[in-house]
């Protein structure tokens, strides 16, 4: 073996080790989560210090190793920053980063029940609903696509959560939520908030727009045309006011960074196992858009590894 072919070799071997012991990175996520290091650093108010760290994690200090170990891993993987401490430029201090603010329970837009549902299943809708708060981060930044309706229908919209959202941001919109009728049987509405039970393959009540948050991507190519159908029918009688809304994934390799595209394809692969659905490319989502009789969409690439679609007759 000459030396390029050795480069190569252990090059090879690098990535298959990283990837073989890469479930290393899910589980140690969890960890940290069940021993509260994000609020723990959150509440700090300031970078803390291993020994710190410690401390209010009540480990015996024979542990210390351990934990230094521990943070270097969860660092390397950008779900903490590693810093000097204030008062000891020789002593390391542990940050939060965008990530691990995140998984602080106290947050606003606390992603942690997704992280619990992905290595120990529990409630779908708290899960869903954890997502769904990232929506106000959404409706600041497109809020030309929802102030002129008077109407919208939230398909599968769970317990509510994206709609209330969406009925606190505008004042003038009813919003219907509709899903099975075992998911909103005990559910109260308001004036402007409304649930119905039924199955969005046989009927979705009439509004000026429908809202599909992460719903397609769990279906095959039919059964999303069959959908997309049914609210073309729900927005009929608006004619050319009428539209779609979808939030989901649209894979594009060339445009995103790595981390977008890792994502969007792990998620391929996760709908692929669990629903026989998918996430789409650009020409995958106009091919389902022209299968149930649209003609014009516009894509928005501004929710993370999600994009906001308008999808017009």
Request: proline share 4%.
């Amino acid at each position: 073996m000459d030396n390029q072919n050795a480069i190569e070799f252990f090059e090879g071997q690098n990535l298959l080790y990283m990837q073989i012991f890469g479930n290393l990175r899910p589980v140690c996520l969890m960890w940290a989560c069940e021993l509260g290091i994000p609020d723990i650093i959150s509440n700090h108010g300031k970078p803390i210090t291993l020994l710190e760290l410690v401390s209010a994690l009540q480990i015996p200090p024979s542990k210390v190793g351990f934990v230094k170990r521990f943070m270097r891993f969860l660092a390397h993987n950008r779900i903490f920053d590693i810093h000097e401490s204030q008062e000891d430029h020789h002593e390391l201090a542990y940050a939060l980063t965008p990530a691990s603010k995140l998984l602080v329970n106290d947050s606003i837009h606390c992603l942690s029940p997704m992280l619990q549902f992905m290595t120990d299943p529990c409630n779908f809708f708290l899960v869903m609903a954890s997502d769904s708060r990232m929506v106000d981060l959404v409706l600041k930044n497109c809020t030309s696509i929802f102030e002129e309706l008077d109407s919208i229908v939230d398909v599968g919209g769970g317990t509510g959560t994206t709609a209330r959202i969406i009925c606190e941001t505008f004042p003038k919109l009813k919003c219907v939520v509709l899903d099975l009728p075992h998911v909103v049987a005990n559910l109260t509405g308001s004036n402007r908030l409304s649930f119905v039970g039924s199955d969005m393959f046989k009927s979705i009540p009439q509004a000026d727009a429908v809202l599909l948050k992460w719903v397609l991507h769990d279906w095959n190519e039919e059964n999303c045309i069959k959908i997309l159908k049914r609210c073309k029918d729900s927005i009929s009688s608006k004619g050319n006011r009428g539209k779609i809304i979808i939030i989901d994934a649209v894979i594009n390799e060339k445009l995103d960074d790595q981390d977008k595209t890792q994502t969007k394809l792990c998620m391929d692969i996760a709908m692929m196992i669990a629903f026989n659905g998918n996430e789409r490319t650009e020409e995958e989502w106009k091919q389902l858009f022209i299968g149930a009789g649209f003609q014009h969409y516009k894509i928005y690439h501004t929710f993370g590894f999600r994009s906001l679609i308008e999808v017009y007759p």
